[in-house]
Every structure is written in C-alpha cells, then in structure tokens.
C-alpha cells in the first residue's frame, strides 16, 4: 500500500523534477517507509512506499522491469501474486518467447510480468485493490489502471499539454501546475449526496479513473481526451443459470469468503481486524480465527456512552474467537479533539470518516500496519433498510399502472413535513419509480426543492447519478450494482482510503473479492432476500456467530454531532456556515435559516443536513481553493 504520482508530456526535465517532489512529499503520510522517483524525457513518476510484502530494498519503486523496458509505481496489493507468478514463470513473454525472470518477491514485479506478457488483457488476471501506472520506454506509452470495484483511488488532470496523476487530489494540487478552481456543479452534487460521484471530483477538471478502468497515453498525444476503457463492470455479471438448491448456494457463498479471507492473509507485516461486534466484522474475525495458526489481533473503539458503544458484542466476540483484544476507549470528548486532525486528513471533503480516522490511528499505534475490515457486506447481501424499500417499491408499482402513484402523492402531500415524508412526496411526484430514480432518492440529502432553495438557480440541478444500465439483474442485486457502483466507492472506500492512510495503515475488505460480488450478484432475489439481517450470509456461515450477533438491532459507529454542533463545535459550525453562504453560489438566507433552524431543534434542520456543509467550507479554505 503506497501513493503514487506521475506526469507525462513535460518536456522541462527540471520543472518536471520539482513538481514530481512536490506531489510525492504530499503522499508521504501513504509510505512513510521509502520513496523514489524515475524521471526521462516527458515522463516523471514518483512513489512513496508503505512495506507490507517483501521488506526489502529489492521492493523499492519505481520498478523497472528485468529487461529494463517497463517502470512501474503501484499503489495496492495483489492477492493472487503468487500463483500468478507460477504461471507467468512457465509462461513464454511476449515477442521473446521467454519466461519472465524474476529478481524480487514482490507482487509489483509480478504487475510488469504479467503486463509484459498479456498487454492490457493482464487486468482479468489480476485479483486485488491497486492504482498503477506502467512507462513502456519502447512504446513512449502510459498505461494505468484501477482495481474493478474502486478500492485504490486514482485521480488525474490534463491541461497545458500534459497530464498528472497521483493517488490523492491534493498532491495534484500541490504540483502548482493544477488549478486549484472549484468544481460548481460538483459543488451542488456534494451538497445533494454528501459527495461526488465518480468520474467527478470537487475539483475543477480532475477527475477520477473509473473502477474497472484502464487508460492508455501516448507520449505525443497528451492533449487527445483520456479515454477510459472498461475491463469489468458490475452490470456485466452473468445471473446463475440454473439456479442451484439453497445448500448448494450456501455451501458456495461460505467457500467464496474463506478463501477471500485466506488471500488478504498475506502480509509480511503485523496485521489484525476491525471488530466492531456486528455481523460483519465478526464473520471476518471468525474466519481469520479459523485459518490462522495464532490469535487473531482485534480492535474496537468503545464508549463510556452506552447509547453508542457496542463494547458488549466486540467483547463476546474477542471471548469467544480467543482473539489478542485492543479495546481503544474513548470517551466523546476525545473524539471530539481529534476532529482538527481528521478533517484536516481529509484529501476530499466528506460528510463522515471520522470513525475510520479514530480506529486507524489507534490500530496503527499498537504496531499494526494492515487491518482487514468488514466493509462491503451491506451492499451485497443486501443489509440496509433501502433494499427492502426499494424492492416493495419496484413490486407495487406495477399495481394498476402508473396512475397508482396519484392516491400515496395526495396521502403524502398530507402528511406533517420531515426530511423522510419530503423524499416520499418527491418519488411519488416524480411519475417513474424505476430504480433510475428511487435509488439516488434514498442516498439523497436534500431534495430538488431544498436545492433550488439553498443554491443559485444555476446549480439546483445538479447532476444525476450514473445508472450503470440495469436490465438483466433481479431487483436486489440491481439494487446491490448501485450501491457497489457509487455509495460504496465514492463515500466509504474513498473515506476509508483517506483516514486510514493518513496513518499509514492498509485496510483489506473480503466481502468484496470480485469472486464472491460476481457469485452473489447473479443469484435470484428469492434466495437472498432479507427476511432476517442479511440472511443468505448468516445462513451461508451458520455455527460462526451466536444469536446474540445475528440478531441484534443494527447501530452503526456514530458520535454525537447533534449534541456537538450546538455545543463543544457549535462556533466552529457557525463560522463556516457564515463564511459558506457568502459564497456567490449559495442563497446566504436560507443558509443561515436552515443552521439557526438546527440550533433550535427544528427537526427539518437536522445535523447531517448541515455537518457535511460545515466539512466543505473547512476543506476549501484549509486548502486554498479558489471558490
């Protein structure tokens, strides 16, 4: 797990030199542990890296490849390096007619070999989270690449004849060549969903490469448009066909997850697991008890707060798996001085990842340098309140036809105002209920008539969220493609990645090996619908989790802003909000109403209306951003 950066097309060896330190110092807080940089005439790449697999200097990047052609700077692990390895040592190279010979035991060097070998077709080969970049000196050609479900980020910017790439936005930023401008119209779209979706960004003209993505750059073509090309897609995914019996599925799916546990147990390092106590969590701990020959290291921030602490589930958990335990207690108050930190760690700006922040700096302390963590499972096993919702919309709406809607909007229209009934009203009166337009309803936080109230008239329509092109897919797991498409990468991966690397710590997540997403997806709505929480995975990994777990209320890891906010950060909140709504693309008024309207308990005004604003105009004043 490193940060990686790169220019191509700047001729000036020297200017080059200083805008690649520039960004690579920016990275340091991802790979504290070493850096390089190879820079040739229109090409400079830079890297800084965290040592997770093969300690050695022989891991030092950029990594030039055996025959001395290919450069490579990586950002990532790959899980199957080894048995790659093997195939590509009995395999001919390319043009040679040659094994590929290795001189490290690296998995970056298995990334060239493998590319030597296949060209761009080397992505389906590959399993595991990575942003890579590979110079062809032969070819004058860039080539780069994301993991397919977007864990790894990698953002870009092209202006001036050239291009520049690096794992965060503000190192892109600190190249002095990439205006620092703000994005308006991401602007609005952040101020909707609480963040921006890919291939967008808050920053004006960087963007994002796609999950499942590749792109090729010639050396004298950097001022031709990127064009990304997809090398997997969720929508994409086959549905079974024939569909086995429930034993069979479940005796599937719990294979699926032992050995995408099994994979991410590779390290040449300290490593343990986030413990939260939930069904997830606990399921990844319970595995990793199962294969690993010592105690597994587990960590769980608990609360003297009862209300938000699930110290009484981690604990019975650690017992019962007879894990080495790290309870990092914490009152409120400490979490609450951290906030400085955390949002100064922040490289886009969010509405959460303050959790992540807390336990990765915690975990990192107690000499840990990879966590696997439970993330991803709601999302394929359909563990949110929104699958239910969505899939009994889906199923009513068909009920007499369209003109059906006309009977809940005039009940609706009715009912006492509140975020929830505003969102209802909304749906009812849009006329279509496809999941197109029900399923960004429900990750909305304001709604087009709040927006046209609270932004200029220009950005009140702010852009839409991508359908990935839903046609083939049950409902449930159409759902599931949407939630894996955009709240999964573009909120908790991309505040996972940030928090957790600004501590130097890599998070691996099993629950979404592509393996198991490809399986899971194409199965049949009847088969993983969730009766009880996410009952195809308990049932798939019965006798793992007492009742206790698989049964218990779902809570979530929260704080508690809405005492905070009008209290302890209650001039820190108002000093943003001011300064926010002086901007020239927010109405100040209604700004200002809707934060005195949360000061006085007006349940319209909630606090997630309002602490992902106060995040946003803390990010672009910290960052200098022209807004």
């Known amino acids: 797990m490193c940060g990686i950066c790169g220019i191509i097309g700047l001729s000036d060896k020297e200017s080059?030199?200083?805008?690649?330190?520039?960004?690579?110092?920016?990275?340091?807080?991802?790979?504290?542990?070493?850096?390089g940089f190879f820079i040739d005439d229109g090409i400079a790449l830079g890297h800084r890296r965290l040592s997770i697999i093969?300690?050695?200097?022989?891991?030092?990047?950029?990594?030039?490849s055996s025959d001395g052609r290919f450069q490579i700077v990586y950002n990532g692990e790959l899980y199957n390096y080894k048995t790659l390895k093997l195939e590509l040592q009995r395999s001919k190279v390319g043009d040679a007619s040659q094994t590929y010979h290795f001189r490290t035991q690296t998995d970056t060097e298995v990334i060239i070999a493998a590319y030597q070998r296949w060209g761009t077709d080397c992505m389906k080969y590959l399993n595991g989270m990575y942003a890579f970049a590979i110079w062809d000196t032969q070819k004058q050609e860039l080539f780069i690449a994301r993991d397919r479900l977007g864990i790894k980020p990698l953002y870009y910017w092209q202006g001036d004849g050239n291009i520049f790439f690096a794992s965060e936005i503000r190192a892109l930023l600190k190249s002095n060549r990439v205006p620092k401008k703000l994005d308006k119209s991401s602007v609005a779209e952040y101020v909707k969903f609480q963040t921006v979706h890919a291939p967008a960004t808050i920053i004006e003209n960087v963007k994002m490469l796609l999950p499942g993505h590749y792109t090729l750059i010639k050396a004298?073509?950097?001022?031709?448009?990127?064009?990304?090309?997809?090398?997997?897609?969720?929508?994409?995914?086959?549905?079974?066909?024939?569909?086995?019996?429930?034993?069979?599925?479940?005796?599937?799916?719990?294979?699926?997850?032992?050995?995408?546990?099994?994979?991410?147990?590779?390290?040449?390092?300290?490593?343990?697991?986030?413990l939260s106590g939930g069904i997830d969590s606990?399921?990844?701990?319970?595995?990793?008890?199962?294969?690993?020959?010592?105690?597994?290291?587990?960590?769980?921030?608990?609360?003297?707060?009862?209300d938000f602490s699930e110290a009484p589930y981690s604990t019975q958990i650690a017992k019962q798996y007879n894990t080495d335990h790290h309870d990092i207690k914490l009152k409120a108050t400490d979490c609450l001085h951290k906030l400085p930190e955390a949002l100064s760690a922040m490289d886009h700006p969010s509405g959460d990842g303050m959790n992540t922040y807390i336990v990765s700096e915690a975990t990192k302390k107690a000499g840990?340098?990879?966590?696997?963590s439970g993330l991803g499972s709601d999302e394929l096993f359909a563990g949110y309140p929104l699958f239910k919702r969505l899939h009994k919309l889906?199923?009513?709406?068909?009920v007499g036809g369209f003109p059906f809607v006309s009977l809940p909007f005039y009940l609706m229209s009715k009912m006492k105002p509140s975020p929830a009934s505003n969102k209802l009203l909304e749906m009812a009166g849009s006329g279509n209920w496809g999941l197109e337009n029900t399923y960004p309803l429900t990750r909305e936080t304001y709604t087009k008539k709040e927006m046209k109230e609270l932004l200029i008239p220009l950005l009140a329509e702010e852009r839409g969220v991508r359908s990935p092109g839903l046609t083939k897919h049950e409902i449930l797991s159409q759902i599931s493609i949407?939630?894996?498409?955009?709240?999964?990468?573009?909120v908790l991966l991309r505040d996972t990645d940030q928090m957790s690397m600004a501590h130097a710590l890599e998070v691996r997540v099993p629950f979404i090996d592509y393996t198991l997403v490809e399986y899971v997806l194409g199965l049949p709505d009847d088969v993983k619908y969730p009766h009880t929480p996410k009952k195809l995975l308990t049932d798939a990994m019965r006798g793992l989790?007492?009742?206790?777990?698989?049964?218990?209320r779902k809570m979530g890891f929260t704080f508690p802003w809405n005492v905070w906010m009008k209290n302890d950060l209650k001039a820190f909140c108002e000093a943003n909000i001011n300064s926010l709504s002086d901007r020239d693309f927010f109405n100040k008024n209604n700004l200002q109403a809707l934060w005195a309207g949360f000061l006085k308990g007006n349940p319209q005004c909630p606090w997630y209306k309002i602490w992902h604003l106060v995040a946003l105009e803390n990010w672009i004043k910290e960052n200098k951003i022209d807004a």
């Open 368 to 372: 840990i340098t990879m966590a696997l």
């Open 54 to 64: 093969d300690l050695s200097k022989d891991g030092h990047q950029p990594m030039v």
């Open 16 to 35: 080059a030199e200083k805008s690649i330190s520039m960004m690579n110092n920016a990275l340091s807080h991802r790979g504290p542990d070493d850096e």
């Open 282 to 306: 606990s399921l990844v701990v319970a595995v990793m008890s199962k294969l690993m020959n010592e105690k597994v290291k587990t960590f769980s921030v608990t609360f003297d707060e009862s």
């Open 545 to 552: 989790l007492p009742e206790t777990i698989t049964n218990r």
């Open 220 to 274: 004298g073509e950097t001022t031709t448009p990127i064009i990304q090309h997809k090398y997997w897609a969720l929508q994409d995914i086959p549905v079974q066909s024939p569909v086995k019996s429930y034993e069979e599925i479940c005796k599937d799916v719990k294979d699926l997850i032992y050995a995408a546990v099994e994979r991410r147990l590779v390290a040449d390092v300290p490593f343990g697991a986030f």
């Open 482 to 490: 949407m939630e894996l498409s955009h709240y999964l990468p573009d």
């Open 394 to 398: 889906e199923k009513i709406k068909w």
